[in-house]
T-cell receptor, first 112, second 112 residues
Framework: AQSVTQLGSHVSVSEGALVLLRCNYSSSVPPYLFWYVQYPNQGLQLLLKYTSAATLVKGINDFEAEFKKSETSFHLTKPSAHMSDAAEYFCAVGGDDYKLSFGAGTTVTVRA | DAGVIQSPRHEVTEMGQEVTLRCKPISGHNSLFWYRQTMMRGLELLIYFNNNVPIDDSGMPEDRFSAKMPNASFSTLKIQPSEPRDSAVYFC??????????FGPGTRLTVL
């Protein structure tokens, strides 16, 4: 069984500040890990994914995430927040059965 | 490239009525997923198909829900009879053999 815990349902950052969203996973098999972003009234868009290659994964819009097996974590970061980053972010874990388990989501607000 | 297409985008119906949601996956994808998103329960996987065959429907809430995939380019999710607690956003996603899932824009269902 796989599950994801996202720490913090809301994060508020200043424009230009670091964005850090936390995700811890539980998986009985080597996991596939994903970060998706959802803008208001839209579907989920893939930001990045980890599939057992490099542990530091770079995604779109300068987001990146680091897989740390010892900590069972896959935290998402962006060095400098932009107003357009305001959205809800979901971490997800998948295994060999094609299914994804999603975290509860973290809403990011960006202060001017 | 056309992404996952869902229709309708919004549906308002009265309790007891039949509701049919439609999905066209990305051409060439062989896995299709139906999700439901609510504030209380987050993103839940309802059912998924692989090569048009239902593989796991354990997330379908009850017998009022049914899903079909008659061919590789079309799937439906039907609720009959609908109830107010079915109000949610329903997403369809597709992938190729368990790789990244791509989401449609969703159908916002309101049952009065």
């Amino acid at each position: 069984a796989q599950s994801v815990t996202q720490l913090g349902s809301h994060v508020s950052v200043s424009e230009g500040a670091l964005v850090l969203l936390r995700c811890n996973y539980s998986s009985s098999v080597p996991p596939y890990l994903f970060w998706y972003v959802q803008y208001p009234n839209q579907g989920l868009q893939l930001l990045l994914k980890y599939t057992s290659a490099a542990t530091l994964v770079k995604g779109i819009n300068d987001f990146e995430a680091e897989f740390k097996k010892s900590e069972t974590s896959f935290h998402l970061t962006k060095p400098s927040a932009h107003m357009s980053d305001a959205a809800e972010y979901f971490c997800a874990v998948g295994g060999d059965d094609y299914k994804l388990s999603f975290g509860a989501g973290t809403t990011v607000t960006v202060r001017a | 490239d056309a992404g996952v297409i869902q229709s309708p985008r919004h549906e308002v119906t009265e309790m007891g009525q039949e509701v049919t949601l439609r999905c066209k996956p990305i051409s060439g994808h062989n896995s299709l997923f139906w999700y439901r998103q609510t504030m209380m329960r987050g993103l839940e996987l309802l059912i998924y198909f692989n090569n048009n065959v239902p593989i796991d429907d354990s997330g379908m809430p009850e017998d009022r829900f049914s899903a079909k995939m008659p061919n590789a380019s079309f799937s439906t999710l039907k609720i009959q009879p609908s109830e107010p607690r079915d109000s949610a956003v329903y997403f369809c996603a597709s992938s190729y053999s368990g790789d990244t899932q791509y989401f449609g824009p969703g159908t916002r269902l309101t049952v009065l």
